[in-house]
């Protein structure tokens, strides 16, 4: 059977999938083709059901919840850190809601933290690596920053305005819900728990063969250097990426009903992750 696996070029998922793009992890007779696109892409293939799974944002799933089900693994949870606003010049958190601030996409989950922040702030759509460019030109005010770019935007001239991740812990308690994996439903629960599975072991065998793993992450690392690269890949790639447990469950739970109060997501859902 050939199933589709889709997620995002950036070194953190090429990472966390090392295990199976190289054949490392038994698929036991499923044939997985790996499709790498950005993630703002993926959330909207999502629409279409067109991946049997898929990574995804979780301010994106309520839209396709009833096509997908949440994997409980494979997911980007910052604990206490997350997506930055930069500037070129210091402001005041606050005063975010009086700029222009590019964002990367707006079922990005990013763009609901920013949302959840200053829910009557400005934005318009810029691609995730050109962010930094928008701000630095003054075409943007603010700039909403996600991958790689969360590690490198001093040297782009821009600084620190507010980590949206330490915001959200300090608000709630919480980890701040990024990216997920989903399922799609028609597949049935045994492929569903199958696959899920599948996730799960890619993971661990990357952080069991972290050397391995990271140097296959470093050909989708846009230049970065490797030492960046493996402390991104340390923030994103950890043990609520295996499992994300009670805790990581009621903070996607809080977050989508944070984003449902706010109107940003237009209907409740109740965060459903296949058990497996």
């Not at 910052?78 to 005041?92: I, K, Q, S």
């Not at 702030?121 to 790689?148: M, N, Y």
């Not at 991740?165 to 308690?173: L, P, R, V």
């Not at 960046?228 to 340390?234: M, T």
Request: aromatic share 8%; charged share 25%.
């Amino acid at each position: 059977m050939k199933l589709s696996l889709a997620h995002s070029p950036d070194s953190d998922d090429a990472f966390m999938f090392y295990g199976l793009a190289r054949g490392k992890v038994p698929t036991d007779g499923l044939e997985i083709a790996h499709v790498l696109t950005d993630i703002e892409t993926l959330n909207r293939e999502a629409a279409k059901g067109t991946h049997e799974v898929t990574a995804i944002s979780f301010h994106a799933w309520p839209h396709v919840a009833d096509t997908y089900a949440l994997m409980p693994c494979g997911g980007s949870i910052g604990d206490g850190y997350g997506p930055l606003l930069v500037a070129r010049e210091p402001l005041a958190p606050a005063a975010v809601a009086d700029k222009v601030v590019a964002v990367p996409g707006t079922l990005t989950s990013a763009y609901l933290a920013l949302k959840l922040f200053a829910p009557h702030v400005r934005t318009r759509t810029v691609a995730f690596d050109r962010i930094l460019e928008e701000v630095q030109e003054g075409r943007a005010d603010v700039g909403l920053i996600i991958h790689e770019g969360q590690l490198t935007f001093g040297g782009h001239g821009l600084v620190k305005v507010l980590d949206l991740g330490a915001w959200w812990k300090e608000d709630t308690g919480l980890p701040l819900p990024l990216g997920g994996n989903a399922v799609r439903r028609d597949l049935g629960p045994e492929l569903m728990a199958r696959l899920t599975r599948l996730v799960r072991d890619t993971v661990r065998y990357s952080l069991a063969h972290r050397k391995d793993a990271l140097e296959y992450a470093m050909s989708f690392a846009r230049g970065m250097d490797p030492s960046v690269a493996d402390r991104f890949v340390g923030m994103w790639v950890n043990d609520m990426t295996v499992e994300s447990g009670e805790r990581g469950r009621k903070a996607v739970q809080t977050f989508l009903d944070r984003g449902y109060e706010a109107g940003v997501i237009p209907k409740r859902v109740v965060a459903d992750f296949v058990e497996a």
